[in-house]
């Protein structure tokens, strides 16, 4: 059964860059699109970006000038990089494994909060 | 850009039947899917290509569409199904969720 595993700093201060690393265990790396989610405190779900094993990005264009995702396909784990972080930036990150067709993603890791504050 | 709009909020009694919609330009044409968040949790899919469950995932949650609306239909609601529900579709290369739906079971 596949499983998500991810971790990075939680507390950030403003201007300050948010790194964070997803690893994939128990199933295949390849074939997939591998996302980042936040969600602010309260809020709805957003969309940061995704990889595939190939390296092949996408992201959100409110959030591409700031965002990084990358891949290191011998570890079976991929990154979140986000520049420039406001308070705005504070929310629970999420990685999950998304499926080529319509990006449907059927397994989410457990989340990681971060909060940026001075 | 493209959106996904769903109503904000759904109250059902338990027992009864839940609808939630989501809609979206061309949303027929999209595959959208559904997820369950609870409180604290991650979101959980349980409606993916418009119709399909995933393994474990109740009989009772169905999916449908028409036209730019995808319906998430939950039969006989029990209060463990109270929950934010999220559509979900992809669109020029990029993932759109919807605002989320507060379903309360009351």
């Known amino acids: 059964q596949v499983q998500l595993q991810q971790w990075g700093a939680g507390l950030l201060k403003p201007s300050e860059t948010l790194s964070l690393t997803c690893a994939v265990y128990?199933?295949?790396?390849?074939?997939?699109?591998w996302s980042w989610i936040r969600q602010p405190p309260g809020k709805g779900l957003d969309w940061i970006g995704e990889?595939?094993?190939?390296?092949?990005?996408n992201y959100n264009p409110s959030l591409k000038s700031r965002v990084t995702i990358s891949v290191d396909t011998s570890k079976n784990q991929f990154s979140l990089k986000l520049n420039s972080v406001t308070a705005a930036d504070t929310a629970v990150y999420y990685c999950a494994r998304g499926h080529t067709t319509a990006r449907y993603m059927d397994v989410w890791g457990k989340g990681t909060t971060v909060t940026v504050s001075s | 850009s493209y959106e996904l709009t769903q109503p904000p909020s759904v109250s059902v009694s338990p027992g009864q039947t839940a609808s939630i919609t989501c809609s979206g330009d061309?949303?027929?044409?999209?595959?959208s899917c559904w997820y369950q968040q609870k409180p604290g949790q991650s979101p959980v899919l349980v409606i993916y290509?418009?119709?399909k469950r995933p393994s474990g995932i109740p009989e009772r949650f169905s999916g449908s569409t028409s036209g730019n609306t995808a319906t998430l239909t939950i039969s006989g609601t029990q209060p463990m199904d109270e929950a934010d529900y999220y559509c979900?579709?992809?669109?020029?290369?990029?993932?759109?969720f919807g605002g989320g739906t507060k379903l309360t079971v009351l």
């Open positions: 061309n949303l027929g044409d999209k595959y």
């Open positions: 979900q579709a992809w669109d020029s290369s990029t993932v759109v």
């Open positions: 290509q418009e119709t």
């Open positions: 990889i595939n094993h190939g390296g092949s990005t």
């Open positions: 128990g199933g295949s790396f390849s074939g997939y699109y």
